[in-house]
């Protein structure tokens, strides 16, 4: 097997100094002793809530080849252990990243955008997969320490590789993006998303417009025509020397334009146009947000040269992740009961749409479609406004019940109508009896809310509860 890295062009990337006798070959790159495997290299990051130098000796135990440590804190380690030292460990993991783009032939698109930037990106490892070997950010690792370990662990001979890149305040994404030096960038919308940061929606455009200034001669821009921020984007695109820009959506002058779908409990069918080629294609999870991504997707597979044909089969095996779209089946009194899991975060827009997606679900005779919702944070000034604009969502999409927590969503709870309040608390914590006790057999429960609403260990509590367990694929060849 090729090792990921060799100890000694590690060194040389991160001007290191080798102490001790570690792993010649280096298999991986860890920041977690949990989940650390042998000859992998532990990187002891300081974080604000912990020092990874307080785990160095846990990873050496578990069997790390070596770990990367500051050399002001070397005294805390043996003589004899396996260390690499650096000057700054963050850093150093950045210029690793760095010698790992600089090796790599691969095509590169990366991924950013209010919401969809890690379904995107799944679809993309999917799609391009189908073609080729590829390598994609694990999880949602797309901030300052994310971006770098997701390049630093990319191997040197894959044919394709997708980063994810996030940010939270203006000037956040141009270090990540120049580090990534992509072919293809993704903005996937904008949104009312850190509103508290930014102030506007324009600035928030301005902020994700930063993805250009890192392509590569000759990338591509792929832009949501269908968006309210499209002519921003495509301006600062062309301000920063892009020469292809490439929009999806509906509209009639997108180059990935949607042509027809059809949207089902479990599943999506699309006809779209890409490039010029018309492509029918099924999606293995549902949701109308879903699909407008999947033409990014098949437009970035498009212009990076891969087989537009394999990607869009691929598609019909995507499946929603934990947190994000996951559907458990609840056993409940001798009957079922459908939980869609989009707990991992919220804002107005992946709120609207997980309540579309609660609206498609299928329900039993007697079942009801439940919306069990947490506070949207970072919103600034708008917060309360926004939260009660959801009760026309809730509306549209037929749902029957809401249970609410959290201060902001008490503004969503006393614009509902009296039939369709379930229950409201202050916390998810007091929330979550209530909704243990409601559901019935034939009822779809969606639960969502902004990661710091702590909405997943509601989720968790029914899976516990009524003996969850994933719901039966959907069958994408149907």
Same mark, same amino acid.
């Given at each position: 097997m090729t090792p990921l890295w060799t100890l000694a062009d590690m060194a040389r990337a991160m001007r290191a100094d080798i102490n001790g006798a570690p792993a010649e070959a280096?298999?991986?790159? *860890?920041? /977690?002793?949990?989940?650390?495997a042998k000859d992998e290299a532990f990187f002891a990051i300081k974080g604000d809530a912990r020092d990874g130098h307080d785990f160095v000796e846990a990873a050496l135990q578990a069997g790390a080849g070596v770990a990367v440590v500051a050399r002001g804190e070397r005294k805390r380690f043996a003589a004899d252990a396996r260390l690499l030292l650096v000057d700054d460990v963050l850093e150093a993991l950045r210029d690793l990243a760095r010698a790992a783009r600089a090796r790599t032939d691969a095509r590169i698109v990366a991924v950013t955008g209010s919401v969809g930037k890690t379904g995107t990106k799944e679809a993309l490892r999917l799609a391009l997969s189908a073609d080729g070997e590829t390598h994609a950010s694990a999880a949602s690792y797309n901030n300052h320490w994310g971006v770098p370990l997701s390049l630093a662990r990319c191997p040197a001979d894959v044919k394709y590789a997708i980063f994810e890149i996030g940010m939270n305040h203006a000037g956040e994404i141009t270090p990540l993006v120049k580090m990534v030096r992509p072919h293809v960038a993704i903005v996937t919308t904008v949104e009312p998303v850190?509103?508290?940061?930014?102030? *506007?929606?324009?600035?928030?455009?301005?902020?994700? &417009?930063?993805?250009? @200034? !890192? #392509?590569?001669?000759? !990338?591509?821009?792929?832009?949501?025509? /269908?968006?309210?921020?499209?002519?921003r984007l495509a301006a600062a695109a062309r301000a920063a020397g892009v020469g292809r820009i490439v929009s999806f959506g509906e509209h009639a002058s997108c180059e990935a334009r949607l042509m027809r779908f059809a949207l089902r409990a479990d599943t999506s069918c699309v006809h779209a146009d890409i490039l010029g080629h018309e492509v029918h294609y099924k999606i293995g999870a549902p949701g109308r947000h879903l699909i407008n991504n999947s033409l990014a997707v098949?437009?970035?597979? *498009? #212009?990076?040269?891969?087989?537009?044909? @394999?990607?869009?089969?691929? #598609? !019909?095996?995507?499946r929603a992740p934990t947190g994000r779209g996951a559907r458990i089946v609840l056993r409940v009194n001798g009957g079922t009961a459908l939980l869609i899991d989009e707990s991992y975060n919220a804002n107005p827009a992946s709120m609207g749409a997980a309540i579309a997606l609660l609206g498609q679900a299928d329900i039993g005779p007697r079942g009801r479609r439940i919306a069990v919702l947490g506070d949207m @944070?970072?919103? !600034?000034?708008?917060?309360?406004? @926004?939260? &009660?604009?959801l009760a026309a969502n809730l509306e549209a999409a037929r749902v029957d019940l809401v249970y609410c927590s959290g201060p902001l969503m008490h503004s969503l709870w006393e614009a509902l109508p009296s039939g369709r309040r379930g229950g409201y608390a202050g916390t998810a914590a007091e929330l979550?009896?209530?909704?243990?006790?409601?559901?019935?057999?034939?009822?779809?429960?969606?639960?969502?809310? *902004?990661?710091?609403?702590?909405?997943?260990?509601?989720?968790?509590a029914l899976e516990r509860t009524y003996a969850g367990s994933p719901a039966p694929e959907a069958d994408a060849g149907a």
């Open positions: 280096i298999t991986g790159i *860890s920041i /977690d002793t949990r989940t650390i850190h509103l508290e940061y930014f102030g *506007s929606v324009e600035k928030i455009a301005d902020a994700k &417009a930063e993805i250009f @200034l !890192g #392509l590569e001669p000759g !990338g591509a821009a792929v832009i949501n025509r /269908d968006n309210g921020q499209h002519d098949l437009a970035a597979v *498009s #212009l990076m040269g891969a087989d537009l044909a @394999l990607a869009a089969l691929a #598609l !019909g095996q995507l @944070l970072e919103l !600034g000034g708008d917060g309360a406004t @926004l939260h &009660a604009a979550e009896p209530v909704v243990l006790g409601a559901v019935r057999p034939g009822d779809a429960m969606m639960v969502k809310g *902004s990661f710091g609403s702590k909405m997943a260990p509601i989720v968790k």
